[in-house]
């Protein structure tokens, strides 16, 4: 498949609706923004969702009502963050699984974040990974420094294929803590990925400044985008993000100079193992 997977993140977990009034915290913000994107060429959305403070929260109830109001709403593919917040422990985040995603992120590992730590256990990741297999939902392997992705290709020799057969991964690089944002760190975890197994795709992040040029060397050597507010809130110097629309479109702008352009919802389905 030639194509550009699109995914849109735009909430996150860090960013306070007091600093960043464009973010989306309600559902009602979140499904306009869901929309919007999905109208401009997204097929995926990373889904945190906030409380009636726009505090991060992984409330179950809301957790459920996301889903189905993105999922009548939308054709995109809901993926859940079962990352949360550094704040949230392990078992609100297992229990992300139950609202019914037809996605969820799963990290490879503990890595510093910030001033903070980003925890997951070797015996959490198995959790989460069989977990969604007994479930059929599709995970995203979310790899934030390179020893994560042989911690991946060590989850699926002892623990099998996720639900689909697929294997995809997203790489968050330049958290401060993690991999750099840089076109050689691409590169060298594309060479790792070759390794997993056979079809394995992946897309990259860059936070903050580091979003272009992990962009463009993604695109480079053959991986797929993720864009979002969860991510960036500077589109360039001295220009706050004004709308994750805005990142998505330039995202698609990229896709399309590149000869590959967005994946339609369907052919995203189709890629990632995802059932229509
Ligand atoms: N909010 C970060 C601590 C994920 O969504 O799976 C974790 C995160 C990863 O965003
Ligand atoms: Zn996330």
Known sequence: MTGTLITVAPTGAE????????????????????????????SV???????????????????RATVSALRAATGLIVQLSSGGSVHDPEAD???VLDAGPEMASCTMGTVNFGDDVFLNRWAFIVDLHTRMQERGIVPEYEIFDLGQLTTLQRLLDRYGLP?????????????P?????????????????RDLPEGTTFAATGIGRSTLPVMLASLAAGGHLRVGMED??????????ESNMQLVARAVGFAQLAQRPPLTPTLARELLGVPA
């Open 15 to 42: 960013s306070s609706k007091a600093d960043v009034p464009a973010l989306p915290v309600t559902l009602d913000e979140l499904v306009t923004t869901a929309k919007e994107c999905e109208a401009l060429g997204a």
């Open 232 to 241: 960036t809130l500077t589109y360039a110097k001295g220009r706050p993000v």
């Open 93 to 95: 985040r297992l229990a």
């Open 45 to 63: 959305i990373h889904v945190h969702i906030r409380d009636d403070d726009a505090r991060p929260t992984l409330d179950q109830g809301r957790l």
């Open 177 to 193: 803590g993690g991999m750099p944002g840089t076109a050689a760190a691409v590169v060298a975890c594309e060479r790792i990925i």
């Open 163 to 175: 639900f689909g057969g697929h294997v995809h991964v997203d790489l968050v690089m330049g958290v």
